[in-house]
């Protein structure tokens, strides 16, 4: 595999489809091919489980461990038929959104132990990990205020503020850990948000050279 898989990651409103936009201006001024990914989502059964597990519904309560498990399902379909088979032609793959989410939302958020995630997080990527990932830092009041603003919101986004700062402490403690993660504070306007992607993405690239 010669291409790199860059993942955006952050709370709702964290400006993520504003940080691809620079990503992706990045990548065509250096002349680089790539393709984007959401998740949940990004084939055609990924986006049906996207559907299901963000839609509103009060026939029965969905579990913690359901919606694992439907994270990685989607998960699972994706790297296997998209995002491999796109680094294997030697293209750059942008994720919104990947593991890092499952290890914030449903470990920090929902509270699953790492003793069910981490089986579940093995069996299904083997290893396969981002080669950056750039954590858009954000108060979940100021990004729960921007995603309302934007419209109607789905299952996950009506949760109670403390599981926002679950996932967002989840988010923090994990990029502390791992230097493939650069954490970006995205309370800055666009602009300086922006400029601090591209910076993280030059001293990626240098260091790659
Ligand atoms: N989820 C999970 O639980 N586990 C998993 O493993 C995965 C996902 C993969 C997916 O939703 C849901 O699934 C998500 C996590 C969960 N649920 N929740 N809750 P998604 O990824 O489709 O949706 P999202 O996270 O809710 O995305 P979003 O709300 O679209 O966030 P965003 O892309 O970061 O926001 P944006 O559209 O770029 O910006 C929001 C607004 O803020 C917009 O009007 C911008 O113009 C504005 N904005 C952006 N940046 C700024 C700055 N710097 N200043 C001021 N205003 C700004």
Redesign the pocket.
């Known amino acids: 595999m010669s291409g790199k898989f860059i993942v955006i990651e952050?709370l709702?409103?964290?400006?993520?489809?504003?940080a691809i936009s620079a990503v992706t201006q990045w990548l065509n001024d250096k002349g680089i091919a790539f393709s984007q990914t959401?998740?949940?989502g990004g084939t055609a059964l990924a986006e049906e489980l996207r559907t299901l597990v963000?839609q509103v519904r009060d026939d029965e309560k969905v579990t913690a461990e359901a919606e694992l498990l439907i994270?990685y399902a989607a998960r699972v379909q994706l790297i296997d038929n998209v995002i491999k088979p796109e680094l294997n032609k030697g293209n750059w793959v942008i994720g919104?959104?990947h593991d890092l989410?499952?290890r914030a939302?449903?470990g920090g958020g929902r509270g699953i132990s790492d003793e069910l995630i981490e089986p579940v997080r093995n069996a299904v990527l083997k290893g396969f990990k981002p080669e950056l990932t750039l954590y858009l830092d954000i108060d979940p009041k100021i990004g729960l205020a921007?995603?309302r603003?934007?419209g109607e919101l789905?299952r996950?986004?009506l949760e109670e503020l403390t599981f926002f700062e679950n996932t967002r402490a989840k988010y923090q403690q994990i990029a502390s850990q791992d230097e493939s993660i650069v954490s970006i504070n995205?309370m800055?306007?666009?602009d300086e948000?922006a400029r601090d992607i591209r910076k993280a993405l030059d001293d990626f690239y240098q260091c790659m050279s």
Do not use: N, W
């Not at 709702?12 to 504003?18: L, P, Q, Y």
């Open positions: 952050g709702e409103g964290a400006g993520k489809s504003t959401r998740e949940p963000k994270m919104d959104r989410s499952s939302y449903q921007r995603a603003a934007r789905d996950i986004e995205a800055q306007t666009i948000v």
